[in-house]
């Protein structure tokens, strides 16, 4: 549960609340309209939103006015007075505002738990067991699609970095520019979650060195754990809308999630939740979506999986196994199974059969530690994600018309089995091949 630090608030946790507003009531209007939840116990955040999202799926016990809208709000209340808050007629749900982490994996997770602990290869090793170096040679390296990274937060070139930070996005031989963002200052830090959102845009552009990048930072400082569902929330909101007016970005890459069902019930299992409401929003509107499974695999899942949230069935959470998004897990470059690698069916309804494939991970790119004994290596489901979000940048540029459902099934249809044969919950399809899915299309 996250408490709110506020000295005022003690005891209080934040919340994300769905607002059912006027179809014209403007942001003045809406805040003046939580001012009657206040005698419920809760506080509004006046720094946040309000977030525009879907209306909900029509419930017959609670029927939406004429000319209703949905909106996301956030504020605090005393955790025995969120369902008095629920029960409000202008309230569609409450929810806490759940926690996010990333599913990086470096040199402290081996791929199976015992001894190996090293990197499988490099990025060069990467571009040749994936066979993206050939779809360069062709003339293609990502240029024109722009890839969303929902993260941690990006420095790049170009924008008021502090000095501190360094190195920037792009690093050689990548080209492709950090074009935009959210909030205002995208692009000006990646110091949330170690770096995380920097590994994820290096390992994109070492699939897809021309692509160009939006930097989506869900992490804000001054946050106590900096990354939560209602920034997530805001970004994809910023990202659709954006999408809406300049048909970019194209490619929304998510590597975190939750590791504990407790942590955010709605988050885990709830179809219905807000963010995977929004999730759903975008992919309506011909965004390409790809979430990390996880690294909660029953084999070696990380320290911070909850005890019942390990292994088949129980450790694909939340949106990141709705049954659109491409789900990724993670193999290495010596085409073995990652043990952490979350396993399906996944856990939000309608219980999808997942992951649908496995990406590249361990390998050495972003961290440049000078040292090999003491440098990381990208890893986890979160590297394998970001490469295969570099993949499908590779297909979009290619074939600009791509869907989500045809990426979904050419990385399936062209995987190569390393488990069982066909599909199976570990592995999804098996590793995806870039090249045979370029050929392919």
């Not at 939406?64 to 029960?87: E, F, H, N, S, T």
Request: aromatic content about 8%.
């Amino acid at each position: 549960m996250t408490t709110d630090q506020h000295p005022a608030r003690s005891g209080r946790i934040r919340v994300v609340v769905q607002l059912i507003v006027s179809e014209g009531a403007a942001v003045p209007d809406i805040f003046e309209a939580t001012r009657a939840l206040k005698s419920l116990g809760f506080e509004v955040d006046p720094s946040y939103g309000p977030i525009p999202i879907r209306s909900p799926r029509q419930d017959p016990k609670r029927p939406m006015k004429a000319a209703a809208r949905a909106v996301v709000v956030r504020g605090w209340i005393q955790p025995d007075r969120m369902a008095g808050l629920a029960q409000h007629p202008d309230v569609r749900r409450v929810s806490e505002d759940a926690r996010l982490e990333p599913f990086a994996a470096g040199r402290s997770i081996p791929v199976d738990c015992t001894t190996r602990g090293d990197a499988s290869g490099d990025v060069k090793r990467l571009a040749r067991k994936l066979g993206v170096d050939r779809i360069w040679r062709a003339g293609y390296d990502g240029r024109g699609v722009v890839v969303g990274v929902v993260d941690a937060g990006i420095t790049a070139f170009g924008r008021p970095v502090d000095p501190m930070e360094e190195p920037a996005i792009p690093q050689r031989p990548a080209t492709g520019r950090v074009v935009g963002g959210w909030p205002d200052d995208w692009g000006t830090t990646a110091v949330g979650w170690g770096q995380h959102g920097n590994m994820m845009a290096f390992d994109i552009q070492a699939v897809a060195p021309g692509a160009s990048l939006w930097d989506i930072r869900i992490w804000q400082a001054g946050d106590e754990f900096g990354a939560y569902v209602s920034n997530a929330i805001s970004g994809y909101r910023e990202a659709i809308d954006h999408h809406a007016l300049h048909g970019e970005p194209h490619i929304l890459s998510n590597s975190w999630g939750l590791y504990k069902h407790a942590v955010d019930p709605a988050y885990a299992s709830d179809p219905d939740s807000e963010f995977a409401v929004i999730v759903e929003e975008a992919l309506d509107a011909g965004i390409l979506v790809l979430f990390a499974a996880g690294n909660c695999g029953a084999s070696c899942p990380y320290s911070l999986c909850g005890p019942g949230d390990t292994g088949s069935g129980k450790s694909i959470l939340g949106p990141n196994g709705h049954p659109r998004v491409m789900t990724v897990g993670a193999a290495d470059l010596d085409d073995d199974w990652c043990g952490y690698s979350s396993q399906g069916p996944a856990v939000l309804p309608p219980n999808a059969p997942k992951p649908d494939f496995c990406g590249y991970s361990r390998f050495e790119g972003f961290f440049p530690d000078a040292d090999p004994a003491l440098r990381d290596f990208d890893g986890g489901t979160s590297a394998a994600t970001a490469v295969a979000a570099g993949v499908v940048a590779l297909l979009k540029q290619k074939h600009p018309d791509l869907t989500q459902e045809e990426a979904m099934a050419i990385l399936c249809e062209t995987a190569e089995d390393i488990w069982s044969p066909g599909f199976d919950l570990n592995s999804g399809a098996g590793i995806i091949r870039a090249k045979a899915a370029f050929d392919a299309i």
